[in-house]
C-alpha cells in the first residue's frame, strides 16, 4: 500500500457504500479500490489526469470513474452517507465560527476612474462632476 491510500479500515467502511454494477460479463480488470486511490492521488496532488500513475490503472479509466460518479450524484451520497455514520458515532462537531474581521483592499481599489480620465484634468464646470447640494444637505431651499 503506497502513501495516501486507502487503509484496509477505510476501505471497509467504503465498500458497502459504494455503487455495484448491473451489467453482466467480463469482471473489470482494475478493482474499485484501485481506481479510487487513483482518484485520491489526482485530487491530492493536483496534477493532470494523464499523470496518474500505473497501479491506478488507466488515466481514461480513472478519470471515467470519477466523471461518471460526479454526474450521477454519487460523490455527494458517499459524503452524505459517511458524514451521517461519523455524526451518528459524535466524530463531527457541527459548530459555525463567525470572525467579524475586516478585509480591507488597497487603497488603490477604492474606485476606479471613469475612462481613464481623471477628475483633476476636467474643467469645474464640466457635465461629468457630480453636482452638489447647497449646504444643509438634500432638499434644503
Do not use: C
Not at 479510487?36 to 493532470?48: L, M, N, S, Y
Not at 451518528?88 to 474606485?111: K, M, N, Y
Amino acid at each position: 500500500m503506497g502513501r495516501g491510500e486507502l487503509t484496509n479500515e477505510q476501505w471497509a467502511r467504503l465498500e458497502p457504500l459504494l455503487p455495484t454494477g448491473k451489467k453482466p460479463g467480463r469482471p473489470p480488470r482494475w478493482t474499485k479500490r484501485q481506481l479510487i486511490d487513483g482518484i485520491r492521488w489526482r485530487t491530492r496532488t493536483g496534477a493532470p489526469w494523464r499523470d496518474v500513475p500505473a497501479r491506478y490503472g488507466p488515466w481514461q479509466t480513472v478519470y471515467g470513474l470519477f466523471r461518471r460518479w460526479q454526474r450521477d450524484g454519487t460523490w455527494q451520497q458517499l459524503l452524505t452517507a459517511l458524514q451521517a455514520e461519523a455524526d451518528a458515532r459524535g466524530l463531527i462537531t457541527w459548530e459555525v465560527s463567525v470572525d467579524a474581521t475586516i478585509a480591507r483592499a488597497h487603497q488603490h481599489a477604492a474606485g476606479a476612474r471613469n475612462r481613464g480620465i481623471s477628475s483633476v484634468s476636467r474643467p469645474a464646470g464640466s457635465p461629468s462632476n457630480r453636482p452638489t447640494t447647497p449646504s444643509g444637505g438634500p432638499g434644503v431651499g
